[in-house]
């Protein structure tokens, strides 16, 4: 999973710097392909890391029925917990750059914990 982190921590940097690139274009029809093209990869990427936490869990707790609603509860809790945030305090306080950044920051301190915890 921490290969996923990198991933979405890259993404989360790369999203900064191609909505940048976007401010000089004039043409509707090419922001519109990069808008649905950058939704596309964050919804793969944060849709792969619902089964992986779910063969964690099931690891865990043994029961499927379970493990499917502990991690659909962690899944919904940390939407809207990371909406908030986001909505709330990062962009309007940071500014849609640094709050990708910081998006990547998390990304990348969370993969460093599972790292450390593999390792123990």
Do not use: H
């Not at 392909?33 to 964690?56: E, H, N, Q």
């Not at 909406?83 to 990304?107: E, Q, S």
């Amino acid at each position: 999973m921490i290969w996923l982190d990198v991933a979405i921590a890259l993404f989360a940097a790369a999203l900064m710097l191609g909505l940048g690139a976007l401010r000089g274009v004039e043409a509707d029809w090419v922001i519109q392909a990069t808008t649905y093209a950058l939704v596309a990869v964050a919804g793969v990427l944060g849709g792969m890391v619902f089964p992986l936490a779910s063969v964690l869990v099931i690891e865990a707790r043994g029961s499927t029925g379970r493990a499917a609603a502990a991690v659909d509860a962690a899944d919904n809790a940390g939407a809207c917990l990371g909406a908030f945030i986001t909505g709330v305090l990062l962009v309007p306080i940071l500014g849609v750059g640094d709050a990708c950044l910081a998006v990547a920051g998390v990304k990348v301190l969370s993969g460093c914990l599972l790292a450390a915890a593999r390792r123990s």
